[in-house]
């Protein structure tokens, strides 16, 4: 096992790490900007580095854009001058070709601003385990099953915790044994929710009404995820709320709960309402009644201990016309620009971007990589 370094005396160096081989690479992108923009430089030095869409480690160009712009998603561009982080050293080493490596030096900490599979799913928690780098957010564990929908509502349906019913089609059983799949997902009742097991921001989810368009809702899921999940549609409002661990030993807390509104003739809360202008509205606090929000409060905090999430995590639920409330899916790393709905919620709450982004550092500082 590597000896874990000290945090220095120097301000600490922070890496932001964004972009990412997933469909949420733009996302990623988004957040990140709004990360770099908001770590106080008197503490942090910051270093970014992007994952290209391929997968490799760039030191990003000049000029890199954070934003959507006239209607195009950020994308990392690749200055020419590679990145990695060798196990040993915990330094970040750049290789520009032709010439010798050089560092940039030793990194106390990482931001993995990154969503999806290869990013928020314990793949880079682990790398970062190996090398002994304290970091932001959730570890392997939490990280792997709160990516995947369907482990994710198994270990938060034995908490005891209200998960709505699904079927998981997984790949083998669609190409060999589809007619006892379909079977399965009719007893659901229709419509359904079709969705790739390991995504997120709405991406390859639809909406199926019948027999037919479950096929088609099926195939296109699996273009994100050879695993897919089947849901019962579920009608209710989406109320959201963020955990956040707290420094020291006292227990996680609960942001106020927020409604999310979607704008306009959508069926569900798809990517483009979640990321393009006006499309959604945030009512933080939400318009419950004050029982229904503690409870929501509390059925968050449980769900983030059920799965040991660390940092942060933002817990979706559905609020149904009977006042019943049902579970959807935890996020370990929601989306997270300063307008993002956990973000907003902790503002809300009365911790404004900027702190919120700090606290989450110095939770990382505070927590040694290893067994925990
Ligand atoms: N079972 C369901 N019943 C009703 N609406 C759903 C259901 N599952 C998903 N949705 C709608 O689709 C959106 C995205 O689904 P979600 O499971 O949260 O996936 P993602 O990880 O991509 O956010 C939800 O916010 C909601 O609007
Ligand atoms: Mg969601």
Known sequence: MNEQREVPSRPIRVAVVFGGRNSEHAVSLMGAGSVIG???RSKYEVIPVGIAPDGRWVLVSE????AIEDGKLPVVGDSGTALALPSDSGSIIALDPGHIPRSLGEVDVVFPMLHGPFGEDGTIQGLLEMAGVRYVGSGVLASAVGMD??????VLKAAGLPVGPFVVV???DWRTDRGRVLKEVEELGWPVFVKPA???SSQGISKAH???SLEAAIDVAREHDPKVLVEAAIVGREVECAVLESLGDAPPKASVPGEVLVRGEREFFDFEAKYYPDQMALAAPADIPAETAEEVRAMAVRAFEALSCEGLSRVDFFYTPSGEIILNEINTMPG??????????WA????PYAELVDHLIRLALERPAGLR
């Not at 000029?63 to 954070?66: D, I, P, W």
């Not at 997270?336 to 919620?345: I, Y």
Request: no cysteine; hydrophobic share 40%; charged share 25%.
């Open 38 to 40: 908001a770590i106080d």
């Open 63 to 66: 000029g890199q854009s954070y």
């Open 149 to 154: 929908k369907a482990y994710m509502k198994l």
């Open 170 to 172: 997984r790949d083998r």
């Open 198 to 200: 390991r995504a997120g």
């Open 210 to 212: 019948d027999l037919e």
């Open 336 to 345: 997270f620009t300063s307008l993002s709905v956990a973000p907003q919620l």
């Open 348 to 351: 809300a709450t009365g911790l």
